[in-house]
Protein backbone atom coordinates (compact mmCIF):
# COMPACT_ATOMS: atom_id res chain seq x y z
CA UNK A 1 0.00 0.00 0.00
CA UNK A 2 2.52 2.16 1.12
CA UNK A 3 4.29 1.86 -2.71
CA UNK A 4 1.29 2.08 -4.22
CA UNK A 5 0.43 5.25 -2.60
CA UNK A 6 4.12 6.70 -3.22
CA UNK A 7 3.34 6.39 -7.21
CA UNK A 8 -0.16 7.60 -7.22
CA UNK A 9 1.22 10.65 -5.26
CA UNK A 10 3.87 10.84 -8.27
CA UNK A 11 0.94 10.07 -10.69
CA UNK A 12 -1.36 12.88 -9.80
CA UNK A 13 1.00 15.82 -8.45
CA UNK A 14 4.28 15.50 -9.97
CA UNK A 15 3.43 14.23 -13.83
CA UNK A 16 0.90 16.38 -14.97
CA UNK A 17 1.70 19.52 -13.29
CA UNK A 18 5.61 19.21 -13.80
CA UNK A 19 6.16 18.28 -17.64
CA UNK A 20 5.04 20.02 -20.59
CA UNK A 21 1.75 18.09 -22.03
CA UNK A 22 1.48 15.96 -24.95
CA UNK A 23 5.42 15.10 -24.73
CA UNK A 24 6.69 12.09 -25.94
CA UNK A 25 8.73 12.12 -22.18
CA UNK A 26 4.85 12.47 -20.58
CA UNK A 27 3.31 9.83 -22.56
CA UNK A 28 6.08 7.41 -21.66
CA UNK A 29 6.11 8.52 -17.72
CA UNK A 30 2.17 8.25 -18.09
CA UNK A 31 2.35 4.47 -19.43
CA UNK A 32 5.17 3.34 -17.19
CA UNK A 33 3.73 4.95 -13.92
CA UNK A 34 0.22 3.27 -14.92
CA UNK A 35 1.86 0.61 -15.27
CA UNK A 36 3.63 0.30 -11.89
CA UNK A 37 0.55 1.56 -10.40
CA UNK A 38 -1.37 -1.57 -11.72
CA UNK A 39 1.31 -3.73 -10.71
CA UNK A 40 1.85 -2.10 -6.83
CA UNK A 41 -1.82 -2.85 -6.41
CA UNK A 42 -1.84 -6.54 -7.59
CA UNK A 43 1.07 -6.89 -4.77
CA UNK A 44 -1.05 -5.02 -2.85
CA UNK A 45 -4.36 -7.40 -2.76
CA UNK A 46 -1.99 -10.66 -3.35
CA UNK A 47 -3.25 -12.38 -0.33
CA UNK A 48 -6.96 -12.40 -1.64
CA UNK A 49 -7.16 -14.55 -4.66
CA UNK A 50 -10.11 -13.84 -6.21
CA UNK A 51 -9.26 -10.17 -6.07
CA UNK A 52 -6.20 -10.63 -7.27
CA UNK A 53 -7.16 -12.58 -10.18
CA UNK A 54 -9.02 -9.90 -11.04
CA UNK A 55 -7.18 -7.17 -11.00
CA UNK A 56 -4.09 -9.03 -12.49
CA UNK A 57 -6.56 -9.65 -15.72
CA UNK A 58 -7.31 -5.91 -15.94
CA UNK A 59 -4.08 -4.99 -15.71
CA UNK A 60 -2.69 -7.28 -17.87
CA UNK A 61 -4.84 -6.48 -20.48
CA UNK A 62 -4.38 -2.47 -19.82
CA UNK A 63 -0.54 -2.95 -19.89
CA UNK A 64 -0.83 -5.00 -23.06
CA UNK A 65 -2.89 -2.47 -25.15
CA UNK A 66 -0.77 0.54 -23.65
CA UNK A 67 2.52 -1.34 -25.10
CA UNK A 68 0.86 -1.95 -28.35
CA UNK A 69 0.13 1.18 -29.19
CA UNK A 70 3.92 2.30 -28.79
CA UNK A 71 4.05 -0.23 -31.81
CA UNK A 72 0.79 -0.37 -33.85
CA UNK A 73 -1.60 2.56 -34.52
CA UNK A 74 -4.90 2.39 -32.92
CA UNK A 75 -6.40 5.38 -34.30
CA UNK A 76 -9.49 3.01 -35.98
CA UNK A 77 -10.26 2.16 -32.10
CA UNK A 78 -10.35 6.13 -30.27
CA UNK A 79 -10.41 6.29 -26.89
CA UNK A 80 -9.46 2.36 -26.44
CA UNK A 81 -6.10 3.57 -24.11
CA UNK A 82 -8.58 6.02 -21.78
CA UNK A 83 -11.43 3.03 -21.78
CA UNK A 84 -8.73 0.60 -20.50
CA UNK A 85 -7.14 2.65 -18.10
CA UNK A 86 -10.70 3.89 -16.57
CA UNK A 87 -11.78 0.06 -16.20
CA UNK A 88 -8.55 -0.90 -15.31
CA UNK A 89 -8.12 1.65 -12.22
CA UNK A 90 -11.80 1.43 -11.30
CA UNK A 91 -11.02 -2.24 -10.67
CA UNK A 92 -7.97 -1.54 -8.64
CA UNK A 93 -10.24 1.01 -6.80
CA UNK A 94 -12.95 -1.65 -5.90
CA UNK A 95 -10.45 -4.22 -4.73
CA UNK A 96 -8.52 -1.85 -2.66
CA UNK A 97 -11.88 -0.78 -1.18
CA UNK A 98 -12.36 -4.27 -0.52
CA UNK A 99 -9.40 -4.60 1.22
CA UNK A 100 -9.46 -1.32 3.32
CA UNK A 101 -13.28 -1.81 4.55
CA UNK A 102 -13.14 -5.58 5.13
CA UNK A 103 -12.39 -7.00 8.92
CA UNK A 104 -9.32 -6.76 10.72
CA UNK A 105 -6.91 -4.58 12.55
CA UNK A 106 -6.76 -1.37 11.91
CA UNK A 107 -3.50 -1.16 10.87
CA UNK A 108 -1.27 1.64 9.12
CA UNK A 109 -0.81 -0.51 5.70
CA UNK A 110 -5.08 -0.25 5.96
CA UNK A 111 -4.51 3.83 6.70
CA UNK A 112 -2.35 3.90 3.47
CA UNK A 113 -4.74 1.94 1.97
CA UNK A 114 -7.70 4.31 2.85
CA UNK A 115 -5.46 7.07 1.45
CA UNK A 116 -4.69 5.56 -1.67
CA UNK A 117 -7.80 4.67 -1.88
CA UNK A 118 -9.68 8.55 -1.89
CA UNK A 119 -6.86 9.59 -4.59
CA UNK A 120 -7.31 6.55 -6.71
CA UNK A 121 -11.15 7.68 -6.97
CA UNK A 122 -10.32 11.09 -8.23
CA UNK A 123 -7.83 9.39 -10.95
CA UNK A 124 -10.26 7.55 -11.92
CA UNK A 125 -13.09 10.69 -12.08
CA UNK A 126 -10.33 12.54 -13.97
CA UNK A 127 -10.09 9.64 -17.13
CA UNK A 128 -13.74 9.65 -17.02
CA UNK A 129 -14.44 13.40 -16.96
CA UNK A 130 -11.67 13.25 -19.90
CA UNK A 131 -12.86 10.29 -21.68
CA UNK A 132 -16.87 12.22 -21.74
CA UNK A 133 -15.58 15.50 -22.79
CA UNK A 134 -13.58 13.36 -25.69
CA UNK A 135 -16.74 12.12 -26.69
CA UNK A 136 -19.03 14.67 -26.08
CA UNK A 137 -17.28 18.06 -27.23
CA UNK A 138 -17.84 21.03 -24.87
CA UNK A 139 -19.56 18.94 -21.80
CA UNK A 140 -17.28 21.19 -19.87
CA UNK A 141 -17.54 24.96 -19.88
CA UNK A 142 -14.06 26.87 -18.89
CA UNK A 143 -10.91 26.17 -19.30
CA UNK A 144 -11.01 22.85 -19.91
CA UNK A 145 -12.90 23.62 -23.38
CA UNK A 146 -10.22 24.19 -26.19
CA UNK A 147 -6.72 23.25 -25.98
CA UNK A 148 -6.80 22.80 -22.75
CA UNK A 149 -9.53 19.76 -22.73
CA UNK A 150 -6.54 17.23 -23.69
CA UNK A 151 -4.06 18.04 -20.79
CA UNK A 152 -4.58 15.84 -18.39
CA UNK A 153 -3.68 18.22 -15.40
CA UNK A 154 -6.47 19.82 -16.38
CA UNK A 155 -9.24 16.93 -15.54
CA UNK A 156 -7.03 15.85 -12.43
CA UNK A 157 -7.38 19.46 -11.17
CA UNK A 158 -11.06 19.53 -11.92
CA UNK A 159 -11.80 16.09 -10.76
CA UNK A 160 -9.58 16.81 -6.56
CA UNK A 161 -11.27 20.25 -6.66
CA UNK A 162 -14.51 18.52 -7.27
CA UNK A 163 -13.88 15.73 -5.11
CA UNK A 164 -12.95 18.15 -2.10
CA UNK A 165 -15.83 20.49 -2.91
CA UNK A 166 -13.96 23.63 -3.20
CA UNK A 167 -16.36 23.80 -5.80
CA UNK A 168 -13.32 27.44 -7.54
CA UNK A 169 -15.99 27.32 -10.52
CA UNK A 170 -14.13 27.99 -13.41
CA UNK A 171 -15.03 24.10 -15.05
CA UNK A 172 -18.31 24.06 -14.87
CA UNK A 173 -20.24 20.71 -16.22
CA UNK A 174 -23.03 21.80 -18.66
CA UNK A 175 -23.91 18.09 -19.94
CA UNK A 176 -26.47 15.50 -18.37
CA UNK A 177 -23.68 12.78 -17.99
CA UNK A 178 -20.95 15.34 -17.26
CA UNK A 179 -23.49 16.71 -14.28
CA UNK A 180 -24.14 13.65 -13.11
CA UNK A 181 -20.55 12.27 -13.04
CA UNK A 182 -19.44 15.94 -10.89
CA UNK A 183 -22.60 15.40 -8.22
CA UNK A 184 -21.55 11.45 -7.94
CA UNK A 185 -18.06 12.78 -7.18
CA UNK A 186 -18.96 15.22 -5.18
CA UNK A 187 -21.14 13.41 -2.93
CA UNK A 188 -18.34 10.09 -2.14
CA UNK A 189 -16.23 13.03 -1.48
CA UNK A 190 -18.62 14.05 1.66
CA UNK A 191 -19.14 10.93 2.58
CA UNK A 192 -15.96 8.87 2.29
CA UNK A 193 -14.07 10.84 5.13
CA UNK A 194 -16.74 10.21 7.60
CA UNK A 195 -17.31 6.53 6.74
CA UNK A 196 -13.59 5.39 6.69
CA UNK A 197 -13.24 7.20 10.20
CA UNK A 198 -16.35 5.44 11.65
CA UNK A 199 -14.76 1.77 10.25
CA UNK A 200 -11.34 2.47 11.61
CA UNK A 201 -12.59 3.53 14.90
CA UNK A 202 -15.00 0.20 15.23
CA UNK A 203 -11.90 -1.95 13.66
CA UNK A 204 -9.61 -0.48 16.49
CA UNK A 205 -12.44 -0.72 19.70
CA UNK A 206 -13.19 -4.42 18.37
CA UNK A 207 -9.92 -5.17 18.03
CA UNK A 208 -9.21 -3.68 21.97
CA UNK A 209 -12.27 -6.05 22.62
CA UNK A 210 -11.57 -10.04 22.45
CA UNK A 211 -14.92 -10.85 23.12
CA UNK A 212 -15.96 -8.76 20.02
CA UNK A 213 -15.70 -9.64 16.22
CA UNK A 214 -15.32 -7.03 14.01
CA UNK A 215 -18.53 -6.44 12.10
Known sequence: ?????????VDVFVIPFALAPGSLFVRTARDVLLSLILLSGIAAVSDRRTQYLTVALAAGVAILIRGTA??????RIPGLLDVTALLSLGILAMVVGIK???????????????VALYILMGVVWAE???L?????????????HGSAQNDRATWIYFSFVTLTTVGYGDITPVTHIARSLAILEA???????????????????AAGDPRQDPP
Open 187 to 205: LIGQLYPAIVLARLVSLHV
Open 1 to 9: MALLLCLLM
Open 128 to 130: ACQ
Open 70 to 75: WLLPLD
Open 132 to 144: VNSHIPASYAGIA
Open 100 to 114: VFSTGRATFDRILGA
